[in-house]
């Protein structure tokens, strides 16, 4: 009765938060030779980072130096560190299962699909699985209507793949696959020149970073 379509990453996220005022009241997603990085702040003291790494990267590896160097080499920023209070190395894969219904039983969140975090939908797409099973429960019980029961699976999902979709071409834009070739490398440039110049692509990644209201 399931269906499962899965893909491993050849790469990780080394993240750490450290109490340091964040560098940018904005995200900053970085494309580097040695890899990709991820500038991101938790509160006007805290900042969340993350680089690029091997998904079974050991962090005994990783002194605060080593880490601190590569961020500022990625991100741009010379000087910016300060003292690290969590650190871990998260593996990246896209998966999902289809149908996220059988019976009375009802799929949602990571049960039922797993986004590499590169476009921040994880959390975006369980809170929507629940709010179309929480409008459909109600209609149920409060009217004997079982249409959105009915099709939860299908109304969920195709908000699911246009976001698995979106998160691919994000960490397919901005990560450096092991052994790839300097021709792969252009593409992802030319990639990023078309996004932050072209206002058509610009609104087309901020509906799908913020938006998706019409999925």
């Given at each position: ?56 990267e050991d962090l005994d590896e990783w002194p ?152």
């Amino acid at each position: 009765m399931l269906t499962e379509y899965s893909r491993e990453y050849p790469f990780g996220w080394l993240g750490i938060l450290a109490q340091v005022a964040p560098a940018s009241e904005e995200l900053i997603y970085a494309w580097n030779d040695g890899g990709f990085a991820l500038h991101s702040m938790r509160s006007p003291e805290l900042s969340r980072l993350y680089l690029q790494c091997r998904p079974d990267e050991d962090l005994d590896e990783w002194p605060d130096e080593r880490i601190w160097s590569e961020l500022q080499a990625r991100l741009g920023l010379p000087g910016f560190e300060g003292p690290i209070v969590e650190r871990g190395v998260t593996p990246m894969r896209s998966h999902v299962v289809e149908p996220m219904q059988h019976g009375r039983l009802f799929l949602a969140g990571d049960a039922a699909h797993i986004v590499p975090p590169t476009g921040a939908k994880g959390l975006n797409l369980a809170v929507r699985d629940v709010a179309v099973l929480a409008d459909a429960l109600v209609r149920w019980y409060a009217d004997g209507d079982e249409s959105g029961l009915a099709s939860y699976s299908e109304r969920c999902l195709r908000r699911v793949w246009r976001a698995e979709h979106f998160s691919w071409f994000m960490t397919s834009m901005l990560h450096r696959s092991p052994g790839a070739d300097p021709f792969e490398a252009k593409l992802q440039l030319s990639q990023l020149r078309y996004v932050t110049t072209s206002e058509a692509q610009a609104r087309a990644l901020a509906e799908n970073y913020v938006g998706l209201e019409h999925v």
